[in-house]
């Protein structure tokens, strides 16, 4: 493959252009990016840079794309990368710091002129930083192994990012500028692609071979989001939350000592998993409450998406295992029976179905009961065997004809653990079919590699959680130590609570950092059809009343410290905020929709007022009902407070007429 540029010198031609100059190799054709047009222009070798060019104060080690936005396009550059670790002998990054170049020399990143502009690249800065991006100059961290080697002729003449897997490629749409030019070929070296996943690397020695253990995930772009505001699949068949992951173990027969630093191995295997959303169409809707209103919609077309979906992977990877990991009971039910109502309907020979009641199994602690599950897949995993290419003989030994699909209602906690359980149960056979472990031996009486094994999971399942749900994955103690404890159950309170707090009040953004990144909505160049971004438009009462109740609050501490004569003194005082600040939590609960971060992009309003075919659990935070709420204009279900309020207000959605805002049709 043609390697990418690891530096890059910016110069600033004034307002005229900015000029990107290779560090390496000296003389290679440069790159001028116009800010007047937009022109992308690749200078002939040798160029000599303007003499009225200054240079950039950072060094650039990649561009990531392009974005337009409502008053200007903009260059995203990365300005900071922290090493990983070398894998297949090449570097593995993580992008650490950003900067973006406005092409509008009217347009200042620190001062924008406008109130939208300011807030639109608020989220592509917050995206940017709260992501975890990795990428290497010279390898495609975005496909597993036998991908690569089953098109390593074809990978040879092409560039990295051609080669680059679709769903994986988490900056194609800001690349687009680059990537859908005439001289797209030539301009290869510069497109430096990224995915958004995570990656660890752990090396250990057992009876004289040094082993490598590396866990990669990738993030699928498509109906990429936040956990309540993506969930489910869409009408193209993608689903929330999709993660591919892949456990690469590199053996060498005959390491050089302790500390041989050689990268050639003897052995290459893999073992890939995939998670994903449920799906089927169904969502959560925010409400203030902690268990929002679970949402299930029976369309017509959701077995024809289903099959799509199942079809799509079993041409990607093979036959399909689907361990539904949902609860048989309770708020979760509804899910897991219209998951297997679609499912007994498509007839794909290739996809196999396996219920876990998870908690009912490991219930009391008993997490050890994982192996019951285990012991059910032995079949599939061994059917579908794992990846084993011979490196020393340059040989494929196996390849792998499947993989297990695993899904919970978040694809976080509970896919996480059993996810672990299956990668370590394959690779306890790994080691053993290569020799390196004896018939008799196991994983875990080896306490380097066991402990570097839980680890990485534990990082990874974090990672995951992290950018999906806000805080870091729950029963991690269980992957980390091999057993379920009660501050790890203590520690899961917490993270609940983290979870609960950014799911219902900074979410909003975070989805909106997403669509807008991935290209799954674009601004039109008017900023002030884009006005609702920014504004307030509910009604008074509804804006005041948060005040209110920290006014209340405030009150209610202030009268700790005043002096009283009896015990009595102060009694009606306190009762008088109490009641207030009773009231207002009251008022803010029944109307909690309207106290939610909304994404503003892309309204899910088509799902919360969905009143066709399906499963609602409750219509909660919807506001008062009855003639004096119509009256009032407090009911949630007419066309005054609650429909303004979803459409238009302060962390809501976009107005009706959003398509004078932007378009959500992805472009790519």
């Not at 002729?153 to 194609?172: G, H, P, S």
Request: proline share 4%; hydrophobic share 40%.
């Amino acid at each position: 493959m043609k390697p990418v540029y690891q530096r890059l010198n910016l110069f600033i031609d004034g307002q005229d252009a900015y000029t990107f100059v290779p560090v390496e190799p000296i003389g290679a054709q440069s790159l001028t990016i116009h800010r007047a047009t937009g022109d992308i222009v690749l200078n002939a070798p040798n160029t000599p840079v303007p003499p009225t060019a200054s240079r950039y104060g950072k060094t650039i080690y990649g561009i990531l794309g392009m974005i337009s936005l409502a008053l200007s396009e903009y260059v995203i550059v990365m300005t900071g990368r922290e090493h990983r670790a070398r894998l297949m002998g090449h570097d593995i990054y993580r992008a650490a710091e950003f900067d973006i170049l406005p092409l509008n020399p009217n347009v200042s990143v620190q001062n924008p002129p406008h109130p939208v502009e300011g807030h639109l690249l608020a989220l592509v800065r917050s995206h940017l930083l709260g992501g975890y991006f990795l990428f290497s100059y010279g390898w495609d961290l975005s496909r597993r192994l036998q991908a690569q080697w089953r098109d390593q002729e074809n990978q040879e003449r092409k560039a990295l990012w051609e080669v680059t897997d679709d769903r994986f490629f988490w900056n194609k749409f800001l690349q687009s500028r680059l990537t859908d030019t005439d001289i797209a070929h030539d301009l290869s070296p510069y497109i430096l692609p990224i995915i958004y996943g995570t990656f660890d690397i752990r090396t250990v020695y057992i009876h004289g071979h040094r082993i490598q253990l590396c866990l990669i995930s990738r993030r699928s772009r498509y109906r990429a989001g936040t956990r309540y505001f993506r969930r489910g699949i869409d009408h193209e068949g993608h689903v929330a939350n999709f993660n591919e992951t892949e456990q690469i173990l590199l053996v060498d027969e005959k390491a050089a000592g302790r500390l041989s630093l050689a990268e050639k191995f003897t052995h290459k295997l893999g073992f890939t998993q995939i998670r994903g959303s449920v799906p089927v169409f169904w969502a959560e809707v925010n409400t203030l409450r902690y268990k929002p209103d679970l949402q299930v919609m029976e369309l017509q077309e959701t077995v024809d998406t289903v099959m799509f979906h199942l079809q799509e992977q079993v041409t990607e990877y093979g036959g399909q295992s689907l361990i539904n990991l949902v609860n048989q009971k309770g708020h979760e039910q509804p899910v897991k029976e219209a998951y297997e109502r679609a499912v007994s309907q498509v007839e794909i020979p290739e996809v196999k179905y396996q219920y876990f009641d998870f908690h009912n199994e490991c219930k009391h602690m008993r997490w050890d009961r994982i192996s019951v599950l285990i012991e059910k897949m032995q079949e599939d995993l061994v059917q579908q065997g794992y990846f084993h290419l011979d490196a020393a003989h340059n040989t494929i030994v196996q390849t792998q004809t499947g993989v297990v699909r695993t899904n919970c209602m978040d694809n976080l906690d509970r896919t996480n653990v059993v996810q672990a359980a299956l990668a370590k149960w394959t690779l306890n056979h790994q080691l053993k079919a290569i020799g390196v472990l004896s018939d008799n031996e196991e994983l875990d009486d080896f306490e380097a590699l066991s402990r570097g094994f839980r680890e990485m999971w534990a990082d990874h399942a974090d990672l995951i959680s992290k950018a999906y749900a806000g805080s870091g994955a729950l029963k991690t103690d269980f992957t980390r130590t091999n057993k379920r404890t009660k501050i790890g159950a203590l520690e899961d309170g917490y993270k609940s609570v983290t979870r609960y707090i950014k799911n219902n009040h900074f979410d909003g953004a975070r989805q909106d950092g997403f669509d807008l990144v991935t290209g799954a909505w674009t601004p039109q160049k008017n900023p002030v059809t884009a006005a609702s971004l920014i504004a307030d438009t509910r009604p008074l009462i509804i804006r005041s009343v948060p005040y209110i109740l920290s006014f209340s609050l405030f009150m209610i501490c202030a009268g700790l410290t005043l002096p009283r004569t009896s015990d009595y003194s102060l009694l009606y005082y306190f009762m008088l905020w109490f009641i207030i600040a009773s009231l207002a939590i009251v008022f803010m609960m029944v109307h909690g929709i309207e106290y939610v971060s909304w994404p503003r992009l892309i309204p899910p309003t088509d799902i919360i007022h969905y009143e066709g075919p399906g499963f609602r659990s409750a219509h909660n935070g919807k506001g008062f009902t009855g003639p004096l709420a119509q009256k009032l204009d407090l009911s949630g279900q007419s066309d005054g407070l609650g429909a303004r309020l979803l459409f238009n207000g302060r962390k809501r959605a976009l107005t009706v007429n959003g398509m004078e805002e932007g378009t959500k049709k992805r472009v790519d």
